[in-house]
């Protein structure tokens, strides 16, 4: 992975800033650079830099052109850079080409940047103000236990970008979940009103989801289990089918699964009746004494994790609002 930094930069800075000006007054009255001359990342990385103030940015790229020609292929590039306007900017005189980020598919975002309230201040102004990226890119973390940057290139098949994408949408409980998106997280951090799960790469080849965080109010806060996490999604009204797996390996699926809220009278204490049928996936027949056992099995796992989860599950109320009202959860089981 080619790096560019502003000591080296400035070796190749002439250069480099004659031959984009060149191309650049090629162009004048032709209003766009030609393609071939533009660069495409589909994932981008950003990690804290060595030094305080500085931070990696981690541009991966991949094969675009008709036919497998590689026309617009370039080599993944990390920049160390004070913020991503310089980035950008820096990437420009280097490779003697215009970045176009709007072609963006990933971002992976160190956990500890959800931290650093100037960083996410500036980088966010950014991409609203000069519309970089598009607001269905998508984010996941990463933290000390995930692949290292500079492997992942690799780790996905020479594709991160799409492979990041193709993850989230081949999970067959996440199709009918959220993606958690940049245009989300900056609507939470303008408005710190949305407790928002966030993946986080663990440090498998290939790249899978290890576990999230959750993200409440503008403050990270804790970590779940994939199981816990799809369990949150669910109670937030993001999934309406579940599996569950048994201690004997029994996988549960709950289809059509929907939440009652009702507040006790005269209280402030509500009880959410969860609704869902329970299918046993992988028996094909079962006895009624077999399908209760099943169920009260299901029950006690279900119940478990969602008290864990309840304290930052909002639940949508009748008027579409979500609200974390004082609640205790029940279960409905549907024939």
Same mark, same amino acid.
């Given at each position: ?18 031959? *984009? ?11 766009? *650079? ?24 981690? %541009? %991966? %790229? ?14 993944? $590039? ?7 306007? &310089? ?7 280097? &490779? ?8 963006? &598919? ?12 100037? %960083?996410?201040? +500036? ?11 598009? =607001?269905?890119? #998508? !984010? ?6 995930? *692949? ?21 949408? +081949?999970?067959?409980?996440?199709? $009918?979940? +959220? ?9 939470? =951090?303008?408005?710190?009103? @949305?407790?928002?799960?966030?993946? !986080? ?19 990270? +806060? ?13 109670? @937030? ?6 599996? /569950? ?5 029994? !996988?549960?699926?709950?289809?059509? /699964?929907?939440? =009652?809220?009702? &507040? ?37 796992? *279900? #119940? ?11 639940? @949508? ?19």
């Amino acid at each position: 992975m080619k790096k560019i930094g502003v000591g080296n930069l400035c070796r190749t800075c002439v250069s480099r800033m004659l031959l *984009l000006c060149v191309l650049l007054s090629f162009q004048c009255g032709c209003g766009q *650079l030609e393609i071939e001359n533009r660069a495409f990342p589909l994932a981008l990385a950003i990690q804290p830099g060595k030094e305080k103030g500085m931070y990696d940015f981690s %541009f %991966f %790229f991949e094969e675009t052109g008709s036919a497998g020609s590689g026309l617009y292929y370039r080599e993944d $590039t990390v920049v160390e850079a004070e913020g991503y306007p &310089q980035a950008f900017t820096m990437f420009g005189r280097a &490779q003697a080409a215009q970045l176009d980020d709007s072609h963006m &598919q990933a971002i992976l975002m160190s956990e500890e940047l959800l931290k650093d309230k100037e %960083f996410l201040a +500036s980088f966010y102004q950014y991409f609203i103000k000069e519309h970089h990226f598009s =607001w269905n890119t #998508m !984010v996941y973390l990463t933290d000390k236990n995930s *692949l290292e940057i500079s492997k992942l290139s690799k780790a996905a098949g020479g594709h991160p970008g799409m492979y990041l994408k193709d993850i989230a949408e +081949s999970d067959e409980q996440e199709k $009918t979940a +959220s993606v958690p998106t940049l245009g989300d997280l900056y609507k939470e =951090w303008n408005n710190h009103e @949305k407790i928002m799960l966030l993946p !986080v790469l663990g440090g498998k080849k290939p790249p899978t989801v290890d576990h999230y965080r959750v993200l409440v109010y503008g403050e990270l +806060s804790e970590k779940y289990t994939l199981d816990e996490a799809r369990l949150l999604q669910l109670l @937030k009204g993001d999934l309406n089918k579940l599996q /569950v797996s048994l201690k004997d390996e029994t !996988v549960v699926r709950l289809e059509g /699964v929907f939440l =009652w809220p009702e &507040q006790e009278q005269n209280t402030d204490k509500w009880t959410v009746t969860l609704h869902a049928r329970c299918i046993a996936e992988n028996r094909t027949t079962l006895s009624e004494e077999a399908q209760l056992r099943v169920r009260n099995e299901c029950e006690e796992v *279900l #119940m478990q994790r969602l008290e864990r989860v309840r304290a930052y599950a909002p639940i @949508k109320m009748s008027d579409g609002s979500y609200e974390i009202p004082n609640y205790k959860i029940k279960l409905n089981w549907m024939e």
